[in-house]
């Protein structure tokens, strides 16, 4: 384990873990929340296989995921809840990060014949070669001691062309229109809208790193997508040097890091009311938007009865 690694297993795990039980209301409350997620686990069997295709077409934007072994159901509860109010069968690529149990990844691929799987060893050999470590020790250091450093190296120096990445902890619920046009024919950067402003870092201190004029202000990661020329990594490492060395490490750091990629681009924002993070009632019972991100207390109404909804479309 990686410095990092231990301070999160030692610190920020557990004190995640009690301000999760204050939030989801006690221990009866989230006893139940636990008991939806063991339930959806076993369910899992129960989901019918979606065969993708493996050819790769140039025009359309490839699909990600990054999962492992607390995650990997949820993964396949999100990429199916898609591809059942979407007609996108093209490449979708698994990036283990570094936990996945062959069986775990055995039952991801009987469920998606097709998907493409990369090791998290793989993909830092990759890593290695596209930014050698002498000329980008920051990115390195976060990759190392910062797990959600991943969605941005693993993903963006995975695939060339447009790609679209997918927190596992989401559910469709209805056509997602516009990001299906999206997928097919991506001619911007793409992303999800954020409940609140969630960089870590003031608007005004990032704008004075980067030296633009505008970033998104309330991006959301859970859903962006990007094509591989618009990152300048040389400018990704000096970014972000400057935030770990004028502020500090923060939990967003790696959200805020693909807003300042996107900067003043024309990105197309997802609708916040069709896409919806952090749903709450009545609309967290009731379903009606086209995804809910399920973050912070939103989670006991996905563990306890929103995956159902996948069998019942």
């Given at each position: 384990m990686t410095a990092g690694e231990i301070i999160y297993q030692l610190w920020y795990r557990p004190l995640g873990s009690i301000r999760a039980l204050c939030a989801e209301g006690g221990p009866w409350e989230q006893w139940k929340t636990t008991r939806g997620r063991s339930a959806m686990i076993q369910s899992i069997t129960k989901l019918k296989p979606i065969e993708l295709n493996q050819s790769d077409d140039p025009n359309n934007a490839s699909l990600h995921f990054l999962s492992g072994h607390s995650y990997w159901f949820?993964?396949?509860?999100?990429?199916?809840s898609f591809l059942q109010h979407s007609p996108f069968r093209g490449k979708v690529f698994l990036h283990d990060d570094g936990t996945m149990m062959q069986n775990q990844?055995?039952?991801?691929?009987?469920?998606?014949?097709?998907?493409?799987?990369?090791?998290?060893?793989?993909?830092?050999?990759?890593?290695?070669?596209?930014?050698?470590?002498?000329?980008?020790?920051?990115?390195?250091?976060?990759?190392?001691?910062?797990?959600?450093?991943?969605k941005i190296l693993f993903i963006h120096t995975c695939h060339?062309?447009?790609?679209?990445?997918?927190?596992?902890?989401?559910?469709?619920?209805?056509?997602?229109?516009?990001?299906?046009?999206?997928?097919?024919?991506?001619?911007?950067?793409?992303?999800?809208?954020?409940?609140?402003?969630?960089?870590?870092?003031?608007?005004?201190?990032?704008?004075?790193?980067?030296?633009?004029?505008h970033i998104p202000e309330q991006l959301n990661t859970g859903i962006h997508g990007l094509h591989h020329k618009e990152i300048d990594w040389e400018g990704l490492e000096s970014w972000c040097s400057k935030l770990m060395t004028q502020f500090g490490a923060h939990y967003f750091m790696e959200q805020a890091m693909i807003a300042m990629i996107i900067g003043?681009?024309?990105?197309?924002?997802?609708?916040?009311?069709?896409?919806?993070?952090?749903?709450?009632?009545?609309?967290?019972?009731?379903?009606?938007?086209?995804?809910?991100?399920?973050?912070?207390?939103?989670?006991?109404?996905?563990?306890r009865e929103n995956w159902k909804r996948v069998f019942s479309t």
């Open positions: 949820q993964t396949a509860f999100c990429l199916h990844l055995a039952t991801l691929r009987r469920l998606f014949p097709g998907i493409e799987y990369i090791s998290a060893v793989d993909n830092h050999d990759r890593i290695l070669s596209k930014l050698p470590e002498s000329k980008f020790p920051h990115l390195h250091e976060r990759l190392s001691n910062f797990p959600l450093m991943k060339p062309g447009w790609n679209l990445f997918f927190d596992s902890d989401q559910l469709f619920f209805n056509e997602p229109t516009e990001l299906n046009q999206w997928i097919q024919k991506p001619d911007r950067p793409i992303h999800a809208i954020d409940s609140d402003y969630a960089y870590g870092y003031t608007y005004s201190e990032l704008l004075r790193i980067i030296r633009k004029n003043d681009q024309d990105a197309l924002a997802l609708s916040a009311t069709d896409y919806i993070v952090h749903p709450q009632l009545p609309e967290a019972e009731g379903c009606s938007a086209v995804l809910h991100h399920y973050v912070a207390d939103s989670k006991k109404w996905y563990f």
